[in-house]
């Protein structure tokens, strides 16, 4: 399983070499967290705005409409992803909408194509991530995720690996993981889960393959339910 | 690992640059080791003297009858990397650059800066400096620093610094005090850190018997895996504090992603300092208060803190500092109530924070004190004791010193004391020099100190 992961990773790494990008798409860093056991929402990357459709029938609506273009980092500043889409038809629609936003904002970027996935909503969202930093070396980052990420700088990092005392004290260290115990109106959380992506990442983070050409995994946002995780969006960079 | 005890506990030193001249910083420094009595021989290095407060001087280094341990280098700018390779060439085994104008001056000295490192990394000579105020060890009777400290006693604090004058403010101030003095034994100051880093040190001091507690002051950790494998080893006989400034510079870079744009180095220290149990002061009041905390008292066994106070304002106000600071209110036994309900008028139901000033009231000063402070340090859910108390008029009691001494024995757990009230608070506080228990001058300080002191211990 672990070799498997491993080939699937090296593969999607010797394909963004090739064509000189040093991040992964948001389907293919997918792909690999799937493969590595972390959850991710049902779905599929498409080629054209035709097929959308299917993929409603596949996974059922609402889905989540996203554009996939390994430059557009920032998806959201672009409007380049819809959601809730409610039909198949409103699904090919979005991706029209998506190619035209992205057309208008970033005429640089050529689209690869979209990615429809089922809609899940995200309460609050959490931002986990392995990064290889240049002076400290592999570290984790957990925290409270979305877009006001860095404005809120609720997270913290700890050096990897972990040990089940670092990932207890990096769950609770800002006031905003309270939310992750128990806070009114939101519904229970799975901390068990949690606690599992940040031991994967921390294993990860100990592979020479991981350790030698990523820079960085970042799941943002992660949605956080009564039972389990979903990496509702994932970046992979490599190093340069 | 090198052992880098040459430079930090020497058996002999020159100092190139020695002169009789209290003006200058040679003179200082070779008048600061004749009187700090070093244990071993002094070779003053000075090309007309023959002697220099009553050692022979040699005008070269490669004249001096012995291979010395330790070199300090004071001279001029430009003449520094050729004293360097004297040291080399005489065999010394380091040497501690005094002389600023390097790397924190301007480019060239980056340059000259360089080519020292790679003198040092060639030839194997231990350096420390530039830019530094030197370095002190009283258990060798070594001052070797321009700074005139007016004292020198020999302690379990060690500090490791890499600044220029800073260390010498925090030293002249710690060594002036008469009351309440931190004990450090060691300060080694390696200035711009050409050579010798804290990873040296915290090897030296992982074997140093004098060590018990250690003092940081670094501006970057140069090996950071290994650093903190070694602080982990260490702190679990030594605490750690450490002091390293720039905790608000923006560290936002354009980045692919949030994290890294988010990863900025402070952020990941800070994560790492937590992760490996070592405290993080945030200023020169709080790394001294911790220090002195750790050097003063026994380590805590938990970090419930009970509250005793006679005011119920500062009650309140410990509270806050208290929990901010990562640690827990108490909560106390059933007999410690009692204990303290004895002292309480009928309508007032104790609590922690204990306020037991209308006790003093009713029981007089020292019976309040005595019970109410004695229930307090004796309740088993108390393992850290924070008192703000007040020392005027109907407050004051002869035997304070003596109580507080006595529960610090009976119970030994840590406790940090804060005191206001004019005349009284300097009796209360002379009463207890020496006698293990650190006085604060504010609340915050006092809780700052036991929330590093269990940072850096638990």
Same mark, same amino acid.
């Given at each position: 399983?672990?070799? #498997? ?30 493969? #590595? ?169 100990? #592979? ?33 | ?8 506990? &020497? ?64 001279? &001029? ?6 004293? /360097? ?108 850190? /050409? ?149 309480? &008028? ?45 020392? &005027? ?66």
């Amino acid at each position: 399983m672990l070799t #498997q992961a491993s080939d699937d990773i090296a593969m999607l790494i010797a394909a963004a070499r090739e064509q000189r990008r040093n991040v992964l798409s948001e389907p293919e860093a997918k792909a690999f967290l799937r493969a #590595q056991g972390i959850p991710v929402p049902p779905g599929r990357a498409i080629p054209t705005a035709e097929e959308a459709p299917v993929v409603v029938g596949e996974v059922g609506a609402p889905v989540v409409v996203k554009a996939v273009a390994h430059q557009l980092t920032h998806k959201t500043d672009v409007g380049a992803v819809i959601f809730p889409v409610e039909s198949p038809a409103a699904a090919e629609a979005a991706c029209r909408t998506i190619a035209a936003r992205v057309a208008s904002h970033r005429p640089d970027i050529a689209l690869d194509g979209f990615l429809v996935e089922a809609y899940r909503p995200a309460q609050p969202e959490w931002i986990v991530a392995l990064r290889n930093d240049a002076h400290f070396g592999p570290t984790i980052m957990f925290g409270l995720g979305g877009i006001y990420v860095e404005t809120l700088r609720q997270v913290s990092f700890r050096l990897a690996p972990l040990c089940d005392r670092d990932i207890e004290a990096l769950l609770s260290e800002r006031p905003a993981m309270k939310l992750l115990s128990r806070a009114r109106g939101l519904a229970p959380a799975d901390r068990g889960a949690v606690v599992d992506v940040l031991r994967r990442l921390s294993d990860l983070s100990q #592979q020479r393959l991981i350790a030698r050409d990523i820079s960085e995994i970042e799941i943002n946002p992660l949605a956080v339910t009564e039972n389990g995780v979903l990496a509702l969006d994932a970046l992979i960079v490599l190093h340069p | 690992m090198r052992d880098i005890t040459p430079l930090v506990a &020497p058996r002999s030193i020159a100092v190139i640059g020695a002169s009789a001249n209290p003006t200058k910083s040679g003179g200082v420094l070779f008048n600061n080791l004749v009187k700090g009595d070093f244990q071993g021989p002094l070779y003053p290095i000075n090309r007309t003297a023959t002697q220099i407060m009553g050692k022979t001087a040699y005008p070269t280094l490669a004249e001096v009858p012995e291979k010395v341990d330790l070199v300090y280098i004071v001279l &001029p700018q430009q003449h520094v990397e050729d004293a /360097v390779k004297q040291c080399v060439a005489a065999g010394a085994r380091a040497a501690c650059i005094i002389t600023a104008g390097f790397s924190e001056a301007s480019q060239e000295g980056r340059g000259a800066e360089q080519r020292l490192r790679e003198i040092a990394r060639a030839s194997g000579l231990l350096l420390a400096g530039p830019n530094t105020i030197g370095m002190v060890n009283a258990e060798v009777g070594m001052m070797g620093s321009f700074v005139n400290f007016p004292r020198w006693e020999s302690g379990g604090v060690s500090f490791f610094t890499q600044t220029g004058i800073f260390t010498g403010a925090v030293m002249l101030h710690v060594m002036s005090g008469t009351t309440q003095r931190l004990p450090v034994g060691k300060s080694v100051d390696v200035g711009n850190k /050409v050579d010798v880093d804290e990873l040296d040190f915290l090897h030296f001091v992982a074997d140093d018997a004098a060590t018990k507690v250690i003092g940081l002051y670094i501006e970057s950790i140069r090996n950071p895996r290994a650093f903190f494998d070694k602080a982990r080893e260490v702190r679990k006989s030594k605490p750690i504090v450490l002091l390293k400034p720039g905790r608000t510079r923006d560290g936002a870079k354009a980045s692919a992603s949030h994290t890294g744009s988010l990863a900025s180095d402070n952020d990941i220290l800070d994560g790492a300092l937590r992760q490996y149990g070592i405290a993080r002061a945030e200023d020169e009041d709080d790394f001294l208060n911790a220090l002195r905390a750790l050097a003063m008292l026994p380590r805590p066994r938990g970090k419930r803190v009970g509250i005793a106070t006679t005011s119920g304002a500062l009650g309140v106000i410990a509270t806050d500092l208290v929990v901010e600071g990562g640690l827990e209110l108490a909560a106390f036994e059933p007999a410690t109530l009692a204990a303290m309900r004895a002292i309480l &008028p009928d309508w007032l139901a104790p609590a922690n924070p204990f306020d037991f000033w209308i006790s003093i009231d009713i029981k007089g000063p020292r019976e309040a004190h005595e019970v109410g402070l004695t229930a307090l340090f004796a309740d088993p859910n108390v393992d850290l004791v924070l008192c703000t108390l007040l020392a &005027p008029g109907n407050a004051d009691f002869p035997e304070f010193g003596d109580l507080i001494r006595r529960l610090r024995q009976t119970y030994d757990k840590p406790v940090a004391l804060v005191i206001y009230g004019g005349e009284a608070e300097q009796r209360w506080t002379a009463a207890l020099e020496g006698a293990g228990v650190p006085i604060f001058k504010t609340t915050r300080a006092g809780a700052r100190a036991l929330s590093l002191m269990v940072e850096a211990t638990m």
